[in-house]
Nanobody, 123 residues
Framework: QVQLTESGGGVVQTGGSLRLSCSATGLTLSERPMGWFRRSPAVERGLVAV????????YYDNSVKGRFTVSRDNDNNILYLQMNNLKPEDTATYYC?????????WGGGIKYWGRGTLVTVSS
């Protein structure tokens, strides 16, 4: 059974940083395109960032560009999201996912979702 598990969420003040991790069981992440998404009362599972299978290409939503960095460690089967200069509007539940097609996320669809980790940015 495939399971994606996010970790690293928490409460941080405006301007602070967090690093989210996503690990997988039942699935090798290497060479699979992946992404981070978030859901808040304002946004229903919006795209945050996606990365291709070998990690040499990535794409970001404009709202996080320059502040967030997606990366992966294929040797250890982990996906990361480094979040810097966090803002209250970044407050959301963050999900990792295996996507079917990079970078056409919505055209290709989502293959697997994680359960999410909550990030709260206080003002």
């Amino acid at each position: 059974q495939v399971q994606l598990t996010e970790s690293g969420g928490g409460v941080v003040q405006t301007g602070g940083s967090l690093r989210l991790s996503c690990s997988a069981t039942g699935l090798t992440l290497s060479e699979r395109p992946m992404g981070w998404f978030r859901r808040s009362p304002a946004v229903e599972r919006g795209l945050v960032a996606v990365i291709n299978g070998n990690g040499d290409s990535s794409y970001y939503d404009n709202s996080v560009k320059g502040r967030f960095t997606v990366s992966r460690d294929n040797d250890n089967n982990i996906l990361y999201l480094q979040m810097n200069n966090l803002k209250p509007e970044d407050t959301a539940t963050y999900y990792c996912a295996v996507i079917n097609r990079y970078p056409d996320v919505w055209g290709g669809g989502i293959k697997y979702w994680g359960r999410g980790t909550l990030v709260t940015v206080s003002s």
